[in-house]
C-alpha cells in the first residue's frame, strides 16, 4: 500500500547561463568600484601634485 504521491520540486543542476551572467554582472560591479576607488587617487595624487608645482604648499617643515 502505497501512500499518496506528493509533488515535490525537483532539484535541479547548476545553470551554465546563469553562473555566467552572475559572475559577469559581478565581475563589471567589483570593475567599477575598483576604477572609481582609482581615478579618486589620481585626483588626489593630482591635486597634490600641482599644488606642490604652484608653491602653495611644501613638502618640508617649517622650522620656527
Known amino acids: 500500500m502505497a501512500g499518496p504521491r ?3 520540486a525537483t532539484l535541479k543542476g547548476p545553470s ?3 553562473e555566467i551572467c552572475i559572475g559577469i554582472v559581478l565581475g563589471l560591479a567589483a570593475g567599477s568600484v575598483w576604477k572609481m576607488h582609482h581615478w579618486n587617487e589620481q585626483r ?3 591635486t ?3 599644488l606642490l608645482e604652484k ?3 611644501s ?3 617649517e622650522e620656527e
Request: glycine residues 6%; proline residues 0%; without cysteine.
Open 44 to 46: 588626489k595624487t593630482r
Open 16 to 18: 551554465v547561463v546563469k
Open 55 to 57: 608653491g602653495e604648499i
Open 59 to 61: 613638502v618640508i617643515a
Open 6 to 8: 506528493i509533488a515535490h
Open 48 to 50: 597634490f601634485h600641482d
